[in-house]
Nanobody, 123 residues
Framework: QVQLVESGGGSVQAGGSLRLSCLAS????????MAWFRQAPGKEREFAAA????????WYADSVKGRFTISRDNAKNTVYLQMNSLKPEDTALYYC????????????????WGQGTQVIVSS
């Protein structure tokens, strides 16, 4: 079992930055592929970024590529999402997710989820 707790959300003006964190419990964190998804009001949850167990590979949705960076610190059981040049359309509830296999963009491929942290970007 893995429990995930997100933090770092908040309100920011367009062009600003935020860093989200996801703290995982469990001794096998380092073996999981980790991802960030987001859900905007009235929309379905969508993939944002993912990172392999050792941080060797990362993937991004086109909508965040070049602005967001996913990273992880296995010694701290934490995965991060650095978000720069934020836009109003980045406003969403951001979720951390984990799976024991390789990288996927489908949410139903992930086994564990956090409760989410809210990001609001004003224009």
């Amino acid at each position: 079992q893995v429990q995930l707790v997100e933090s770092g959300g908040g309100s920011v003006q367009a062009g600003g930055s935020l860093r989200l964190s996801c703290l995982a419990s469990g001794r096998t964190f380092s073996s999981y592929t980790m991802a960030w998804f987001r859900q905007a009001p009235g929309k379905e949850r969508e993939f944002a970024a993912a990172i392999t167990w050792n941080g060797g590979n990362t993937w991004y949705a086109d909508s965040v590529k070049g602005r967001f960076t996913i990273s992880r610190d296995n010694a701290k059981n934490t995965v991060y999402l650095q978000m720069n040049s934020l836009k109003p359309e980045d406003t969403a509830l951001y979720y951390c997710a984990a799976r024991s296999g390789g990288y996927r963009t489908r949410e139903n491929a992930y086994d564990y989820w956090g409760q989410g942290t809210q990001v609001i970007v004003s224009s």
